[in-house]
Protein backbone atom coordinates (compact mmCIF):
# COMPACT_ATOMS: atom_id res chain seq x y z
CA UNK A 1 0.00 0.00 0.00
CA UNK A 2 1.13 3.37 -0.50
CA UNK A 3 1.46 5.51 2.28
CA UNK A 4 2.41 9.14 2.96
CA UNK A 5 3.23 9.60 6.60
CA UNK A 6 2.60 13.35 7.64
CA UNK A 7 5.51 14.92 9.92
CA UNK A 8 4.26 14.78 13.12
CA UNK A 9 4.42 10.73 12.60
CA UNK A 10 7.42 9.05 14.20
CA UNK A 11 9.94 8.94 11.64
CA UNK A 12 10.59 5.34 13.09
CA UNK A 13 7.16 3.82 11.07
CA UNK A 14 8.35 4.83 7.89
CA UNK A 15 11.33 1.95 8.44
CA UNK A 16 8.96 -0.33 10.34
CA UNK A 17 6.12 -0.05 7.54
CA UNK A 18 8.61 -0.51 4.67
CA UNK A 19 9.68 -3.44 6.11
CA UNK A 20 6.38 -4.58 5.86
CA UNK A 21 6.27 -4.05 1.74
CA UNK A 22 4.60 -0.99 1.57
CA UNK A 23 5.40 2.14 -0.38
CA UNK A 24 6.26 5.00 2.57
CA UNK A 25 7.22 8.52 2.19
CA UNK A 26 7.31 10.76 5.66
CA UNK A 27 7.10 14.32 5.27
CA UNK A 28 9.64 15.07 8.21
CA UNK A 29 12.38 14.41 5.25
CA UNK A 30 11.32 16.84 3.38
CA UNK A 31 13.15 20.15 3.24
CA UNK A 32 10.38 22.35 4.97
CA UNK A 33 6.89 21.17 6.09
CA UNK A 34 4.49 22.63 3.02
CA UNK A 35 1.62 23.11 5.98
CA UNK A 36 -1.56 20.43 5.65
CA UNK A 37 -3.16 21.46 2.29
CA UNK A 38 -0.14 21.01 0.45
CA UNK A 39 0.58 17.60 2.23
CA UNK A 40 -3.12 16.30 1.36
CA UNK A 41 -2.64 17.32 -1.87
CA UNK A 42 0.33 15.61 -2.50
CA UNK A 43 -0.68 12.17 -0.75
CA UNK A 44 -4.30 12.56 -3.42
CA UNK A 45 -2.00 13.11 -6.24
CA UNK A 46 -0.07 10.46 -5.20
CA UNK A 47 -2.67 7.78 -4.42
CA UNK A 48 -1.54 7.58 -0.97
CA UNK A 49 -2.65 6.92 2.02
CA UNK A 50 -1.78 10.04 4.66
CA UNK A 51 -1.09 8.94 7.98
CA UNK A 52 -0.98 11.81 10.61
CA UNK A 53 -1.74 12.83 14.83
CA UNK A 54 -3.71 15.81 13.19
CA UNK A 55 -7.65 16.23 13.40
CA UNK A 56 -7.07 18.74 10.66
CA UNK A 57 -6.81 16.60 7.97
CA UNK A 58 -10.32 15.25 8.71
CA UNK A 59 -11.77 18.67 8.94
CA UNK A 60 -10.22 19.63 5.25
CA UNK A 61 -11.66 16.46 4.19
CA UNK A 62 -15.10 15.73 5.51
CA UNK A 63 -15.83 20.08 6.02
CA UNK A 64 -13.85 21.64 2.92
CA UNK A 65 -14.69 18.65 0.74
CA UNK A 66 -10.74 18.40 -0.08
CA UNK A 67 -10.40 14.65 -1.92
CA UNK A 68 -8.15 12.56 -0.63
CA UNK A 69 -6.73 9.05 -1.19
CA UNK A 70 -7.67 8.24 2.77
CA UNK A 71 -6.75 9.12 6.12
CA UNK A 72 -5.80 7.44 9.35
CA UNK A 73 -5.43 9.28 11.97
CA UNK A 74 -3.71 8.15 15.18
CA UNK A 75 -4.73 9.38 18.31
CA UNK A 76 -3.06 9.15 21.45
CA UNK A 77 -0.44 5.98 20.96
CA UNK A 78 3.10 6.43 21.60
CA UNK A 79 5.16 6.51 18.76
CA UNK A 80 6.61 3.01 18.83
CA UNK A 81 3.47 2.06 18.29
CA UNK A 82 2.08 4.22 15.34
CA UNK A 83 3.31 1.85 12.89
CA UNK A 84 1.87 -1.36 14.66
CA UNK A 85 -1.51 0.48 14.73
CA UNK A 86 -0.82 1.21 10.88
CA UNK A 87 -0.49 -2.25 9.92
CA UNK A 88 -3.69 -3.48 11.64
CA UNK A 89 -5.82 -0.92 9.72
CA UNK A 90 -4.04 -1.76 6.87
CA UNK A 91 -4.74 -5.32 7.51
CA UNK A 92 -8.44 -5.11 9.10
CA UNK A 93 -9.75 -2.00 6.18
CA UNK A 94 -7.29 -1.49 3.39
CA UNK A 95 -10.33 -2.23 0.97
CA UNK A 96 -12.11 1.02 2.68
CA UNK A 97 -8.88 3.02 3.04
CA UNK A 98 -8.42 2.58 -1.23
CA UNK A 99 -11.38 3.41 -0.89
CA UNK A 100 -11.25 6.96 0.42
CA UNK A 101 -12.61 6.11 4.05
CA UNK A 102 -11.17 7.78 7.10
CA UNK A 103 -9.95 5.38 10.11
CA UNK A 104 -8.81 6.87 13.58
CA UNK A 105 -7.07 4.79 15.67
CA UNK A 106 -7.14 5.10 19.47
CA UNK A 107 -5.42 2.36 22.53
CA UNK A 108 -8.58 0.26 22.51
CA UNK A 109 -11.06 1.76 19.73
CA UNK A 110 -11.20 2.45 15.94
CA UNK A 111 -13.52 4.69 14.29
CA UNK A 112 -14.26 4.23 10.14
CA UNK A 113 -15.76 6.99 8.25
CA UNK A 114 -16.21 5.01 5.25
CA UNK A 115 -16.24 7.33 1.70
CA UNK A 116 -19.85 7.18 1.48
CA UNK A 117 -19.91 9.80 4.94
CA UNK A 118 -21.00 6.92 6.87
CA UNK A 119 -19.62 5.79 10.32
CA UNK A 120 -19.06 2.02 11.45
Not at 46 to 63: Q, Y
Request: aromatic content about 4%.
Amino acid sequence: MKLLLDTCVWGGALKELQNNGHDVFWAGEWPTDPGDDEILDHAYHENRILVTLDKDFGELAIVRGVPHAGIIRLVNLRARQQADACLRVIGLHGDDLMAGAIITVEPNRMRIRLSTGREE
